[in-house]
Structures are given as C-alpha cells and as structure tokens.
C-alpha cells in the first residue's frame, strides 16, 4: 500500500526566516509526485509535479525537489502570504495518495 | 489548467437525509473523482467516476451510500446519502487534464446536524 509521510505538521516561521518540508514516500511503480498548496476552506492548489530522482521545480519563493525516497519543499525567504497547509501526494496509475500535510505559519 | 465549479459550495443537512453535490468542468476530461476530507485530516479518494458506466469505488466506500452519477465529459454528480454526522467533510472533485496535471474544485463543505 502506498505510504506518505509528511514532516513537520506543523511550522512557524518569521518572515524571510528560509524553511524546508518533506515528504517521504514508499509506492509501487511512482507516476509522479505531486505539491499542493491549500488554504483554509478552499480546494488544494496545484503547485508541481515531479517524475524522476534529481528533478527539481521552482516557483517564486518554492522549490521542490526529489530523490528515490523522499521529496522536499524548499521557501525561501517566505512571507505572511505564503502561510497554508502544503501537501505531497504521490501518484500510481491515477490515484493520489496524500500525506496529513504540514501547516506553515509565517509571521510578519 | 481546468477550471472547476462544484454545487452547492456549503450546506447543512440534517441527519438522514441526502445531499446531491454537482461537479462542472470547463473542457472536456477524461478522468474524474471524488475526494472526502474529514475535519483536520487530508484527502481520501472516495470513487472514480466512470462516464457513460457505473464509478469505480475504493475501499471503505459503497454506491449505496456514495452514489456517482457522470452522464458526460464535463459534469458529475456525488451523493451523500441517508446522512450521519460522521459525513460531515468537505467534498472535493478532481480532474485530470491533458498533460496529467491533477486539479481539484473549491469543495463542498457539509455540516450534518
């Protein structure tokens, strides 16, 4: 059964105070890797996807990266906008499977 | 990018009854499902919805008590059928587009009194 483990669940930060989140995973046959961003109340936002060890996506203050076991989300000097619940799902065939998600908190 | 709605966008019911919950999507997809998302947890894939055949269900779930409707490319149906608090979740549909991208719509939080 496909397994994903996010950590930390939780994380605070002061803005530009640079931060990472993983993601680790264990699944038969990985399609791809996928990077989520959700707001309160509101449906998961794509963020990326990535398919093999050694891939890396940026998009302003994120990057994500991944390796045969684990995928981590890097912000870079973040700000208050960037506080939301970020979640990792890995994809077999077309099922996602999601981890519990880490809550990033940043403070002004 | 699809460009999902879904109806009603909340609700409150009371227990024992059925809410349909409406899915439109602004091209035409191959693939479509069904998300559960209990208060403070994360997304649990509830079915696949099939167009033109019945939805393709995962385990923990049954069409008695999750009925999916797909009549076309663009549009599903989801209900939540003789309702329990235990129901109370936002629902969530998902599409697949051409590049495999997976999106989902803004939800459908219930509140099952």
């Known amino acids: 059964e496909d397994q994903v483990t996010q950590s930390p669940e939780a994380l605070r930060l002061q803005e530009g105070e640079s931060s990472s989140l993983n993601c680790s995973y264990t699944?038969?046959?990985?399609?791809?890797l996928f990077w989520y961003r959700q707001d309160p109340g509101k449906g998961p936002e794509f963020l990326f996807t990535?398919?093999?060890a050694g891939e890396e996506k940026e998009k302003e203050r994120l990057k994500a990266t991944l390796t045969k076991k684990e995928s981590f989300l890097h912000i870079t000097a973040p700000k208050p906008e960037d506080s939301a619940t970020y979640l990792c799902?890995?994809?077999?065939?077309?099922?996602?499977?999601f981890g519990a998600g880490t809550t990033v908190t940043v403070r002004a | 990018s699809a460009v999902i709605s879904q109806k009603p966008s909340r609700d409150i019911c009371q227990r024992g009854t059925s809410l349909t919950i409406q899915c439109q999507v602004d091209?035409?997809?191959?693939?479509m499902f069904w998300y559960r998302q209990q208060p403070g947890q994360s997304l649990t894939l509830i079915a696949t919805?099939?167009?033109?055949?019945?939805?393709?269900?995962e385990s923990g779930f049954v069409i008695d008590k999750f009925p999916i409707s797909r009549p076309n490319l663009t549009f599903s149906t989801l209900t939540v059928s003789n309702m329990s608090p235990e129901d109370s979740s936002i629902y969530l549909c998902?599409?697949?587009?051409?590049?495999?991208?997976?999106?989902f719509g803004p939800g459908t939080r219930l509140l099952v009194l």
């Open positions: 998902s599409v697949v587009d051409r590049q495999e991208t997976q999106y």
């Open positions: 699944v038969s046959g990985l399609r791809g």
């Open positions: 990535l398919y093999s």
């Open positions: 799902a890995v994809q077999a065939y077309y099922k996602l499977s």
């Open positions: 091209s035409q997809v191959t693939m």
């Open positions: 919805a099939n167009q033109g055949s019945e939805a393709t269900y």
